[in-house]
């Protein structure tokens, strides 16, 4: 299961959030908005997710048990590609509300621009 990564309810609803010389971008069609401290008041994490990719921990769970039995596989199921998924509400400047799904990639982009974290 992978995030949307887009706002699934609310203001701004089926804008999709795409990134571009490491700002991040809500867009639909021609419309582009900017996601800075200056366009979000507020960040709230409704729900998290951390799942195994369930592809590739069948994938490297099969080919490390043929390299090295059961205790390959063990080790291919436990380092096998984790998706990170976050339900976040964005409240807006003017104080419309819009709830999103993304990635753990673009979470890390969003608080950098929010917070200004390095």
Known sequence: MRAKNKIVSGFLQEFKFTK?????????????????????KSLQVLDYQDLPALSNTMIRGFLLSKL???LGMIAGTATAKRNQIFRIKLTFINDEVGLAEIDGKYYGLLLRELFELL
């Open 20 to 40: 571009r010389y490491g700002k991040i971008y809500l867009k639909c069609l021609e419309q582009e908005f900017s996601i800075n401290k200056m366009t979000v």
């Open 68 to 70: 090295f039995g059961l």
